[in-house]
């Protein structure tokens, strides 16, 4: 299994709170994505790294930040939770973007009440 | 748009076949993935196809139609244990992942 840590793996928050998830890896994998996932709805893609400090928004990015500074840890920010952010968010990592799988982190609960 | 099609959810018997269908409307390809992923569970790699035809890996095989905008899974000897989602997903021409929603498969004795 690629080593792919997340934490918090579950977390229960109020309306208007920030709140960081962390994800930690030890592939040494350049590339490094979040995701979350709701029923009903495949897999979005919030933001994702392509190196140190190296970000770019993807589909479902509003209300959310990233940042970098390490090559083994990517944060994900949620700036004000909101119930609409209630989901479960992957961690992904990939050797490359063209032609590699995508190895998950366990995933992160994330109830905004 | 782009869109991922896959049927919500189909029920197999154990040691059956079943076929998971996949059709997709993307802006670029650059390979369709099959994942699997448990209830409570992160998704896992199963398959990768970038070129027409069928790739076989044990018990599952996955073939794809570029032309057709299609792709299928086929599970063989069904095991209890296949009992799960099957993710279809498309890299688009920026590299990036579109997920389908997921295709539920129940497996009964």
């Known amino acids: 299994d690629a080593g792919i840590t997340q934490s918090p793996r579950h977390k229960v928050t109020e309306t208007g709170t920030p709140v960081t998830l962390r994800c930690h890896q030890t592939?040494?994998?350049?590339?490094m994505y979040w995701y979350r996932q709701d029923p009903g709805h495949g897999l979005r893609l919030i933001h994702y790294?392509?190196?140190?400090?190296?970000?770019d928004k993807g589909e479902v990015s509003d209300g959310y930040s990233v940042s970098r500074s390490k090559t083994e840890d990517f944060l994900l920010t949620l700036e004000s939770a909101t119930s609409s952010q209630t989901s479960v968010y992957f961690c992904?990592?990939?050797?490359?973007?063209?032609?590699?799988?995508?190895?998950f982190g366990p995933g992160t609960r994330l109830t905004v009440t | 748009g782009q869109n991922i099609d896959q049927p919500t959810e189909m029920t197999a018997t154990e040691g059956a076949i079943v076929q998971i269908n996949c059709t997709y409307q993307?802006?670029?390809?650059?390979?369709l993935f099959w994942y699997q992923q448990h209830a409570g569970e992160a998704p896992t790699f199963l398959s990768y196809?970038?070129l027409d035809g069928l790739e076989e890996k044990g018990r599952f095989s996955s073939f794809l139609s570029r032309s057709k905008g299609y792709s299928y899974l086929l599970l063989k000897e069904l095991q209890m244990k296949d009992s799960a989602s099957y993710l279809c997903?498309?890299?688009?021409?920026?590299?990036?992942?579109?997920w389908g929603a997921g295709t539920k498969l129940i497996i009964k004795p």
């Open positions: 992904a990592i990939s050797e490359s973007e063209e032609g590699y799988e995508q190895y």
């Open positions: 592939e040494n994998h350049r590339y």
């Open positions: 790294s392509y190196g140190v400090k190296d970000t």
């Open positions: 993307t802006s670029g390809f650059n390979g």
């Open positions: 196809n970038v």
């Open positions: 997903a498309v890299m688009d021409s920026n590299y990036q992942l579109i």
